[in-house]
C-alpha cells in the first residue's frame, strides 16, 4: 500500500510541478492524472501496485467532500438567490454532454463499420 501512495502522490507531485512551470491553466492534479493514465497504458506502473492505496482512498472519499460541502453552506444566499441559472445551466449542460457523447459514439460507430 506505501508503494501505491508514493506513486499516487509522486505523479500528484509532477503534475503540480509542470503546471506551476510552465505556466499552464490547468491544475497540476489534472495533469498528473494524465500522467498517471499514460503510465497505466504503456505499462510503466501496474494497477496492482495502485490498488491497496485506491480502495483505502475510495473508502474514505465521502471524508474528501465534506469541505466543498462546508463551502455550498457559506454561499447558500448566493444559491438561494440564483437558484434558476443553477439549475438551468446544470440541466442544459447535462443534455448537452448526453447530446454529444451519443454524437461522438455514432461517428466512432462508422469509423469501425467503414474499417471492417
Do not use: H
Not at 499514460?38 to 492505496?53: D, F, H, P, T
Amino acid at each position: 500500500m506505501l508503494q501505491g501512495m508514493v506513486l499516487l502522490l509522486l505523479f500528484q507531485f509532477v503534475g503540480e510541478g509542470l503546471s506551476r512551470l510552465l505556466g499552464l491553466p490547468i491544475p497540476g492534479n489534472v495533469i498528473g492524472m494524465a500522467l498517471m493514465l499514460l503510465a497505466l497504458v504503456q505499462g510503466w506502473v501496474k494497477v496492482k501496485w495502485l490498488e491497496q492505496a485506491a480502495d483505502l482512498l475510495l473508502s474514505y472519499m465521502a471524508l474528501f467532500f465534506v469541505p466543498a460541502g462546508v463551502g455550498v453552506m457559506l454561499y447558500f444566499d448566493l444559491i438561494a438567490r440564483e437558484w434558476l441559472p443553477i439549475v438551468a445551466g446544470t440541466v442544459i449542460s447535462t443534455f448537452v454532454v448526453l447530446a454529444v457523447t451519443g454524437w461522438c459514439e455514432k461517428l466512432l460507430d462508422k469509423q469501425e463499420e467503414s474499417q471492417s
